[in-house]
């Protein structure tokens, strides 16, 4: 109840929540929200950017953006720690949040983005990737197409583009966008805050 707008006060409330710590550590890492290039949260008012965050520190605490690049890139770096992936958590959506719901758009992002760089160790979350569950998602919305396209280049790479899920994958980033690119003619942040 005290954040009604997740979406524009998480990085505050992370950061105050890390700040409390500084009598041990002299730096907080906020998971980045978006790469350096996507500059899509400094337009809309998202709550974190790699620009903002740094202002989230003080004289006796840094708060660092970490790992600024894009969801794929984030998890190819890292997929050659295997406790990451036991102990990974990315889901805001499902009811129990101890846990990834393994349902919602984050979640089905997270584990394509896995399989895209070769893990398939999918125990951090609750329900496993099906290609049923990738057909019957919402397309993704422009908040998040960047991060569909590029974990979908990444399959292609790596040679896995014909794989079922993500020819689903596919299918779903061709729904999202408009057809012959036309640009929409309602802003996608106006749906975040219902206008």
Known sequence: ????????????????????????????????????????????GLGSTPLIDPLLSSANFCMAHDLAVYRVEKTARLAHLPVVWKHLRVCWEGKDLS?????????????????????????????????AQVLAAPPPKSLTLENW???????VERGLGRQELFVAMK???????????????RPWWRSLWGG
Request: net charge positive; aromatic share 8%; glycine share 8%.
């Open 1 to 44: 109840s005290l954040l009604p707008e997740w979406l524009t006060s998480f990085a505050g409330a992370i950061s105050a929540v890390l700040s409390l710590f500084e009598r041990r550590f002299a730096t907080g890492l906020l998971a980045a929200s978006s790469a350096y290039e996507a500059t899509h949260g400094i337009a809309t």
């Open 99 to 131: 846990t990834n719901c393994g349902r919602c758009e984050k979640c089905l992002r997270q584990m394509l983005c896995m399989l895209a760089c070769g893990i398939t160790d999918f125990s951090a979350f609750s329900s496993p990737l099906t290609l």
């Open 149 to 155: 396209k590029r974990c979908y280049a990444h399959a």
């Open 171 to 185: 299918q779903l980033i061709d729904r999202a966008q408009p057809p012959g690119g036309a640009k929409t003619s």
